[in-house]
């Protein structure tokens, strides 16, 4: 990582594939609007950042440091959260278009997602003990192997969990899409 540091920064409107980002770490940031889409971000450090409205499909964040960021209303198509930097790695998702998106392994404690669509998802073998899933939409999502203790799935819908596959100890469903946990025994319910 270069030893750039840009603090307290706002960025509007810059597509960074055509402007380029420079190398380093951005510490209480605010990016709205901003195309990162397929750019390279590797080795770069997000620290108290905000992502807004930003665009962030398929971006290259292979040892990428994000601690205490925030993303909102952001498209973030097939990012592979796992290959980024793990150390103190804390993010939260509001309104996001997370879809085949991957989290594989990942230590996600508490983690919040709010209203966000995150089809075909991978959380294999990822720790959710206490996440919130609000309002989400996981249709195809993957658990397996997953610690999903004291997760909340309330709000959320499409989802399939196997049970015997995933540590659910404690966590909340609610009706009718608690029946996401029975998928594989393939049985009708009226």
């Given at each position: 990582?270069?030893?750039?540091?840009?603090e307290s920064q706002v960025f509007e409107k810059v597509d960074f594939g055509k402007d380029g980002l420079?190398?380093?770490?951005?510490?209480d940031c605010h990016f709205k609007?901003?195309?990162?889409?397929?750019?390279?971000?590797?080795n770069l450090s997000f620290v108290d950042c905000y992502f807004e409205d930003c665009d962030l499909s398929l971006a290259k964040i292979n040892e990428t440091a994000f601690r205490d960021v925030k993303f909102s209303n952001c498209k973030l198509l097939g990012l592979n959260f796992n290959d980024c930097n793990p150390f103190l790695?804390?993010?939260?998702?509001?309104?996001?278009?997370?879809?085949?998106?991957?989290?594989?392994k990942l230590?996600?404690?508490?983690?919040?997602?709010?209203?966000?669509?995150m089809n075909e998802v991978d959380f294999?073998?990822?720790?959710l003990v206490g996440a919130v899933f609000d309002n989400c939409d996981l249709n195809g999502a993957m658990f397996e192997n997953t610690n999903l203790e004291k997760a909340d799935f309330r709000t959320s819908r499409a989802y399939s969990i196997d049970p015997e596959m995933n540590q659910i100890k404690k966590a909340k469903f609610s009706m009718p899409d608690v029946i996401g946990l029975l998928g594989k025994y393939d049985i009708k319910i009226t």
């Amino acid at each position: 990582m270069a030893d750039r540091f840009i603090e307290s920064q706002v960025f509007e409107k810059v597509d960074f594939g055509k402007d380029g980002l420079e190398g380093g770490e951005y510490e209480d940031c605010h990016f709205k609007a901003c195309v990162f889409s397929g750019i390279q971000l590797s080795n770069l450090s997000f620290v108290d950042c905000y992502f807004e409205d930003c665009d962030l499909s398929l971006a290259k964040i292979n040892e990428t440091a994000f601690r205490d960021v925030k993303f909102s209303n952001c498209k973030l198509l097939g990012l592979n959260f796992n290959d980024c930097n793990p150390f103190l790695l804390s993010f939260c998702f509001e309104s996001c278009n997370l879809n085949l998106a991957s989290f594989y392994k990942l230590k996600l404690k508490a983690i919040q997602f709010r209203s966000c669509s995150m089809n075909e998802v991978d959380f294999v073998e990822t720790n959710l003990v206490g996440a919130v899933f609000d309002n989400c939409d996981l249709n195809g999502a993957m658990f397996e192997n997953t610690n999903l203790e004291k997760a909340d799935f309330r709000t959320s819908r499409a989802y399939s969990i196997d049970p015997e596959m995933n540590q659910i100890k404690k966590a909340k469903f609610s009706m009718p899409d608690v029946i996401g946990l029975l998928g594989k025994y393939d049985i009708k319910i009226t």
